[in-house]
């Protein structure tokens, strides 16, 4: 691998190259929300059914998360820079194909396609950034890149419904994917000639084609099950079929990588502590936030009666005070380490989730903001530490796989915790509902407060990972791979 960034005249490099990879994770995580709002608008278009266009974020996701591991393991043998821009110009094609194909080839299956075409491109993205950070920026400027991506990927998040919503309603649905195309060749040029060359890492035995195999075979089941159990049915032979596929692969590809000579995820690393505790930490986070980020909107709507662009606006403290965060936690990280940043940071998040379970029907919207923001600010001062610490943790020819690593780890648990939460408050209305023998006649605001309970219930979840994320936090310990020692030694010697 190449030389970390150093010197004071590669300050400008240094910013060009945040700023390349700042774009991938832009892009991937407004491609991950754009769409949502127009698929009312290509359900019309297309004249299909509401189950049947979901499968326009469905496929996307479902490609995403079963390739994003994969990549990790192939950027490690091509190349970060190889893998990065070639993901780069499959995601532009790919969002070209989208708004341009269904017009003219197959219709509405060309559409999935394309999706599932940009989802490799957007995999071989999100699989490297972590790696790239790790790997090419010095010790004292790594909290500080890692933060700056985190906050770009949360403005994608927090930006992709409004630009959404205004391109299909002022231009068309096409052009929330044509969006994609200048943002791409931009960043394909810079990333050519910012982002520094580096050398495969030689391994013994071959790629583990087969632990590939099986790797996205049960994670794509898995989100497959999540997905679709509500549609089908959870107890429906295809949702039970597919869960059996999951559980096998995944078995399966265990065994495979505790015997392949140069295995995709190397399951040993899990016998280390800290690795454990701090890997636990990043996929409590996501999972938790998940919740929030489902239902609020749900509560928003029905219970508070505001409309979509409102309940939009709101929804957005979260992810700004997300970016102010990052911005601190960048600053701080040299000073402060990740450890105590993260414990530091499990104390707005604990507040934020404990405030999420007293929403009532009356609730003021100033509540509701606070509460986001002290998640927000919490998320934004956790997450690029917690996921620097996993990195700096295991050796650098393993970076690839790490980066991978997290990434699945920030889209995997978001994925499974919508379908919690979503049937977490489905059955507390239900138990509310049958305590207190409300029926179908009952008058509606004696309905709203039901559902208004049903939602702290359901937040209830996120408070108590909350803590559980609180205390992982004051137990971890920062353990530094030799191949970092150096680095982490000026660091420590400044924080004295």
Same mark, same amino acid.
């Given at each position: 691998?190449?030389?970390?960034?150093?010197?004071?005249?590669?300050?400008?490099?240094?910013?060009?190259l945040v700023f390349s990879i700042s774009l991938a994770m832009f892009m991937t995580s407004l491609d991950g929300t754009i769409?949502?709002?127009?698929? &009312?608008?290509?359900?019309?278009?297309?004249?299909?059914?509401?189950?049947?266009?979901?499968?326009?974020?469905?496929?996307?996701?479902?490609?995403?998360?079963?390739?994003?591991?994969?990549?990790?393991?192939?950027?490690?043998?091509?190349?970060?820079?190889?893998?990065?821009? %070639?993901?780069?110009? @499959?995601?532009? @094609?790919?969002?070209?194909?989208?708004?341009?194909?269904?017009?003219?080839?197959?219709?509405?299956? %060309?559409?999935?396609?394309?999706?599932?075409?940009?989802?490799?491109?957007?995999?071989?993205?999100? %699989?490297?950034?972590?790696?790239?950070?790790?790997?090419?920026?010095?010790?004292?400027?790594?909290?500080?890149?890692?933060?700056?991506?985190?906050?770009?990927?949360?403005?994608?998040?927090?930006?992709?419904?409004?630009?959404?919503?205004?391109?299909?309603?002022?231009?068309?649905?096409?052009?929330?994917?044509?969006?994609?195309?200048?943002?791409?060749?931009?960043?394909?040029?810079?990333?050519?000639?910012?982002?520094?060359?580096?050398?495969?890492?030689?391994?013994?035995?071959? /790629?583990?084609?087969?632990?590939?195999?099986?790797?996205?075979?049960?994670?794509?089941? $898995?989100?497959?099950?999540?997905?679709?159990?509500?549609?089908?049915?959870?107890?429906?032979?295809?949702?039970?079929?597919?869960?059996?596929?999951?559980?096998?692969?995944?078995?399966?590809?265990?065994?495979?990588?505790?015997?392949?000579?140069?295995?995709?995820?190397?399951?040993?690393? /899990?016998?280390?502590?800290?690795?454990?505790?701090?890997?636990?930490?990043?996929?409590?986070? /996501?999972? %938790?936030?998940?919740? @929030?980020?489902?239902?609020?909107?749900? #509560?928003?709507?029905?219970?508070?009666? #505001?409309?979509?662009?409102?309940?939009?606006?709101?929804?957005?403290?979260?992810?700004?005070?997300?970016?102010?965060?990052?911005?601190?936690?960048?600053?701080?990280?040299?000073?402060?380490?990740?450890?105590?940043?993260?414990?530091?940071?499990?104390?707005?998040?604990?507040?934020?989730?404990?405030?999420?379970?007293?929403?009532?029907?009356?609730? &003021?919207?100033?509540?509701?903001?606070?509460?986001?923001? $002290?998640?927000?600010?919490?998320?934004?001062?956790?997450?690029?530490?917690?996921?620097?610490?996993?990195?700096?943790?295991?050796?650098?020819?393993?970076?690839?796989?790490?980066?991978?690593?997290?990434?699945?780890?920030?889209?995997?648990?978001?994925? @499974?915790?919508?379908?919690?939460?979503?049937?977490? $408050?489905?059955?507390?209305?239900? $138990?509310?509902?049958?305590?207190?023998?409300?029926?179908?006649?009952?008058?509606?605001?004696?309905?709203?407060?039901?559902?208004?309970?049903?939602?702290?219930?359901?937040?209830?979840?996120?408070?108590?990972?909350?803590?559980?994320?609180?205390?992982?936090?004051?137990?971890?310990?920062?353990?530094?791979?030799?191949?970092?020692?150096?680095?982490?030694?000026?660091?420590?010697?400044?924080?004295?």
């Amino acid at each position: 691998m190449d030389n970390p960034v150093t010197g004071t005249a590669k300050k400008q490099g240094f910013a060009l190259l945040v700023f390349s990879i700042s774009l991938a994770m832009f892009m991937t995580s407004l491609d991950g929300t754009i769409v949502n709002i127009a698929l &009312p608008t290509l359900s019309e278009s297309f004249n299909v059914s509401t189950s049947t266009v979901s499968w326009v974020a469905t496929s996307y996701l479902l490609v995403l998360v079963g390739c994003v591991l994969v990549f990790g393991k192939v950027s490690d043998t091509l190349g970060y820079k190889r893998l990065f821009l %070639s993901g780069f110009v @499959i995601f532009t @094609i790919g969002s070209f194909f989208c708004g341009f194909l269904p017009e003219f080839i197959a219709g509405f299956p %060309s559409l999935i396609a394309s999706r599932m075409f940009q989802a490799v491109g957007a995999a071989m993205l999100m %699989s490297v950034a972590a790696a790239m950070i790790s790997t090419f920026v010095s010790a004292d400027q790594k909290g500080k890149a890692m933060s700056i991506i985190m906050m770009i990927a949360a403005l994608g998040t927090a930006l992709g419904p409004t630009i959404g919503g205004l391109l299909t309603q002022y231009l068309s649905w096409h052009w929330i994917f044509f969006i994609n195309i200048p943002v791409g060749i931009v960043a394909i040029l810079l990333g050519a000639k910012v982002i520094p060359a580096s050398c495969p890492v030689q391994h013994e035995g071959g /790629f583990d084609r087969l632990g590939s195999v099986l790797a996205f075979i049960a994670l794509a089941s $898995l989100v497959f099950v999540v997905s679709e159990g509500p549609v089908f049915g959870w107890t429906s032979p295809v949702i039970l079929g597919m869960a059996v596929l999951m559980a096998v692969s995944l078995g399966w590809f265990v065994k495979n990588e505790l015997s392949a000579q140069d295995p995709v995820l190397d399951i040993r690393l /899990f016998k280390k502590r800290n690795f454990v505790i701090a890997n636990l930490i990043l996929i409590l986070v /996501f999972f %938790s936030l998940s919740g @929030i980020n489902y239902l609020l909107p749900f #509560y928003l709507k029905y219970v508070r009666s #505001y409309d979509t662009s409102t309940a939009g606006l709101i929804m957005t403290a979260l992810s700004f005070a997300m970016m102010v965060a990052g911005l601190i936690a960048g600053v701080s990280y040299n000073r402060v380490g990740a450890r105590r940043l993260c414990i530091l940071a499990s104390l707005p998040l604990v507040l934020g989730y404990l405030l999420m379970t007293m929403l009532r029907t009356y609730t &003021p919207t100033g509540f509701v903001i606070i509460a986001l923001a $002290l998640i927000g600010f919490g998320l934004g001062l956790i997450v690029s530490p917690i996921t620097t610490m996993i990195m700096m943790s295991v050796s650098k020819s393993k970076a690839g796989m790490l980066s991978s690593l997290t990434s699945l780890e920030r889209t995997g648990p978001m994925c @499974i915790g919508i379908a919690t939460y979503n049937a977490l $408050l489905i059955l507390g209305i239900i $138990l509310i509902a049958k305590r207190h023998e409300i029926t179908m006649e009952a008058p509606a605001t004696i309905k709203m407060e039901v559902l208004s309970v049903g939602f702290d219930i359901a937040f209830m979840l996120s408070l108590i990972l909350g803590i559980v994320i609180l205390v992982l936090s004051i137990a971890v310990k920062e353990e530094v791979h030799p191949d970092y020692a150096a680095e982490e030694k000026v660091l420590v010697r400044n924080r004295e």
